[in-house]
T-cell receptor, first 111, second 114 residues
Framework: KQEVTQIPAALSVPEGENLVLNCSFTDSAIYNLQWFRQDPGKGLTSLLL?????REQTSGRLNASLDKSSGRSTLYIAASQPGDSATYLC??????????FGAGTRLTVKP | KAGVTQTPRYLIKTRGQQVTLSCSPI?????VSWYQQTPGQGLQFLFE???????NKGNFPGRFSGRQFSNSRSEMNVSTLELGDSALYLCASSFTGPSTGELFFGEGSRLTVL
């Protein structure tokens, strides 16, 4: 069964702190992995897409890594800001266009 | 470049009614996938269309259906609404498909069933 788990479910940090969000998946035969941000009541905004052949992707203060063999991905956020407060979801793409989402990590960055 | 557009944004229905939601993908994208998001179940895949053909379907009852038009716009329909159908319905578009290309989501349609 293809399951995606995100830990922790919620995280609160002071502004300026570096932080790591975790995503694990049970089936390592993935096509890609994508990190999204979701603000309350809104759709998902794509942050980073990692293809199965890649180990990491970077965009600004965000860095995502992928370790297929261990079934893990991490999203690293540097120098967090209050505007980073949102729910972060990882999604794992499998064959037949099957996409599995984690339950998300709700991040609060306090000023 | 226009993003993914979903209409309506909010709607209220009563049990037993039916509803149709619309999704216009990013220009050039041929894949449209639909998801249901609830606090208890999270994001769950409904179905995906590519060039007017349904390629994959999630584990939802037959009351949930969809279609895609030649211009890639997609609609989903839920018949005989139940209270448990209250959710945020999201659609996403991509060039090749949800698991092979980058996904772009709309703002969602929030359905409340009374």
């Amino acid at each position: 069964k293809q399951e995606v788990t995100q830990i922790p479910a919620a995280l609160s940090v002071p502004e300026g702190e570096n932080l790591v969000l975790n995503c694990s998946f049970t089936d390592s035969a993935i096509y890609n992995l994508q990190w999204f941000r979701q603000d309350p009541g809104k759709g998902l905004t794509s942050l980073l897409l990692i293809q199965s052949s890649q180990r990491e992707q970077t965009s600004g203060r965000l860095n995502a890594s992928l370790d297929k063999s261990s079934g893990r991905s991490t999203l690293y956020i540097a120098a967090s800001q209050p505007g980073d407060s949102a729910t972060y979801l990882c999604a794992v793409g499998y064959n037949n266009n099957d996409m599995r989402f984690g339950a998300g990590t709700r991040l609060t960055v306090k000023p | 470049k226009a993003g993914v557009t979903q209409t309506p944004r909010y709607l209220i229905k009563t049990r037993g009614q039916q509803v149709t939601l619309s999704c216009s993908p990013i220009s050039g994208h041929r894949s449209v996938s639909w998801y249901q998001q609830t606090p208890g179940q999270g994001l769950q895949f409904l179905f995906e269309y590519f060039s007017e053909t349904q390629r994959n379907k999630g584990n939802f009852p037959g009351r949930f259906s969809g279609r895609q038009f030649s211009n890639s716009r997609s609609e989903m329909n839920v018949s005989t609404l139940e209270l448990g159908d209250s959710a945020l319905y999201l659609c996403a578009s991509s060039f090749t498909g949800p698991s092979t290309g980058e996904l772009f989501f709309g703002e969602g349609s929030r359905l409340t069933v009374l």
